[in-house]
């Protein structure tokens, strides 16, 4: 396909893409022969404001930050300064890994093929762990290009802003992009907005993080994947590297240094993801033709797109898509839970008489222990209630215990539901949350924790000092999830820790066994 036809097409597929998938707002360039040649921008910064997304409105990168820092670290490599296969620990010493002798084993080259051994990253306030032999294979890591940065600042004597500003943007070009907040993004920066279309507002990013804090617009970021496939600023040996698998995944993929890797319908080409929540971004480069192309959406949904608008730049499927795992804006799944996100929505609003937004995130095939662990990362705003048709505790029995407890009342236990119940779950669904709705009402919402015990599957929520319950849940097979995130406009919210007057709200996670799923959402074969 030529040029201009390719770009007739995209002008209308994306907006319809948008539309579809629910997305915000969007910026998208397209590479070739070693420059930008046609970017669009569509869609609004911030729903609340309205102010139109434009070509210079910066974006999160988040994960697009690691390519970006592979790129100048490359350049100390050529330099001398750094090599990639000397253990970090002999450049500077690790005060978060001393207690463990691995973290003597990290190179550079471990960092940035994510083989380092260290986790995506630790829990707040927990030290930091191994969780597999450094080198031993692939895993994914911000903690370990937390290390090698600051390593780079020791080497350098500047700070991750400086050190990108100097080695990577200026070269390339990029005069809006850096790693920390910067007073002229004020009026141009994109508000991240969550599962229910809302605006999360402004977030000021100060400290500088290589793997995640990367600001930088469509374009900007367009001339960074042209400067890769051009192969400047670069030795040609330093961007074969980059670009040479370092670790294996699968069969079509793999990691270079700082970029996945993938061979499919269109050759071989790089990418990367980008996913800060409510801002996604993704990025691809063909080397053997010269494209590519850099995607930055402020909303939830905005990977839901990506693989349609791959296909609709390059006529091709990339496996890359299908590893990352996100759900389509079209998957079935997708539509009932859009349904049952808008039930609930009008039944809450109804009962509360103030505008209510249900936002709703299906988790895919997990077990209860790793569910109820995941509810931890929300340590005070969540609940986990089980729906077990054979064994537990109960949806109707815990949601009742919760009513009650709300309202001051006497703790009453659950049953098992049957497969009857389950299959009516959507009038059951609207008839707890106006029950909830109306507890909540009257309380002007109490604070509800999740806490771990153990491995063990279990949780437990208070109500203050004086109510407490705790339930225990048996089973270890592999569930489906869905997670409700409840969020009002007339409250100070977000969707991590969603509070009214400084107190958090809780959110909902409804658990589904995998074998009857289909039971309760028939239009799933619709």
């Not at 793997?211 to 001339?223: N, W, Y």
């Not at 040479?244 to 270079?256: D, N, T, V, Y």
């Not at 015990?453 to 339930?471: K, R």
Request: glycine share 10%; hydrophobic share 40%; charged share 25%.
């Amino acid at each position: 396909m030529d040029f201009e036809a390719r770009i007739s097409r995209l002008k209308k597929v994306v907006p319809e893409l948008m539309e579809k998938g629910a997305v915000t707002g969007l910026s998208l360039c397209f590479v070739q022969k070693g420059q930008v040649v046609w970017s669009l921008a569509s869609g609004v910064q911030d729903v609340e404001g309205k102010q139109p997304v434009e070509a210079d409105t910066i974006f999160q990168a988040a994960s697009l930050s690691k390519p970006v820092f592979a790129y100048g670290v490359l350049g100390l490599v050529e330099e001398g300064m750094l090599e990639l296969d000397r253990p970090l620990r002999e450049y500077w010493d690790y005060g978060d890994l001393e207690h463990d002798e691995r973290g003597g084993k990290i190179t550079a080259r471990m960092v940035l093929s994510h083989s380092s051994g260290l986790p995506n990253w630790r829990e707040s306030g927990q030290q930091l762990e191994f969780v597999f032999e450094p080198g031993e294979k692939f895993g994914y890591s911000g903690e370990g290009f937390v290390y090698l940065q600051k390593v780079v600042e020791e080497l350098t004597g500047m700070g991750l802003a400086e050190f990108a500003a100097r080695r990577v943007f200026a070269p390339l070009g990029m005069e809006l992009s850096g790693y920390t907040w910067r007073e002229e993004y004020e009026e141009r920066i994109a508000h991240g907005h969550d599962m229910a279309g809302q605006s999360l507002g402004k977030v000021e990013w100060e400290d500088a993080n290589a793997a995640a804090s990367l600001h930088t617009t469509a374009t900007e970021f367009g001339r960074f994947v042209a400067a890769v496939l051009d192969g400047d600023g670069l030795a040609a040996e330093s961007v074969r590297e980059m670009l040479s698998p370092q670790m294996e995944i699968e069969e079509e993929i793999s990691w270079g240094l700082g970029w996945g890797l993938q061979e499919g319908e269109a050759g071989k080409s790089f990418w990367h993801w980008g996913d800060n929540g409510n801002f996604k971004a993704f990025t691809l480069g063909l080397p053997e033709s010269g494209m590519g192309m850099a995607m930055f959406a402020n909303s939830f949904y905005g990977q839901s797109i990506v693989e349609d608008l791959l296909e609709a730049l390059f006529d091709a499927r990339f496996p890359a898509v299908g590893w990352m795992g996100y759900e389509r804006y079209d998957a079935p799944k997708r539509g009932v839970r859009d349904d049952l996100a808008s039930s609930l929505s009008d039944s809450f609003s109804a009962v509360t008489g103030v505008q209510i937004d249900v936002g709703v995130r299906w988790v895919e095939r997990s077990n209860y222990a790793d569910v109820v662990k995941g509810a931890a990362g929300y340590p005070t705003c969540t609940y986990a209630f089980a729906m077990e048709p054979d064994h537990g505790w109960a949806l109707l029995g815990v949601a009742a215990s919760a009513v009650l407890a709300l309202l001051g009342e006497e703790e009453v236990e659950g049953r098992p539901l049957t497969v009857a119940e389950v299959e009516a779950f959507h009038p059951i669904a609207r008839r707890i949350f106006v029950d909830l709705a109306n507890a909540w009402k009257g309380q002007k919402v109490e604070i509800g924790s999740v806490e771990v015990e153990s491995d063990a599957p279990s949780f437990s929520w208070s109500m203050g000092e004086e109510l407490e319950y705790t339930g225990f849940m048996a089973p270890d097979g592999l569930v489906e999830i869905i997670g409700f995130q409840v969020i009002s406009s007339e409250w100070d919210a977000n969707l991590v820790n969603p509070q009214v007057d400084g107190r958090l709200v809780p959110a909902l996670i409804f658990c589904y066994p995998t074998d009857v799923l289909e039971s309760i959402f028939k239009k799933e074969d619709e």
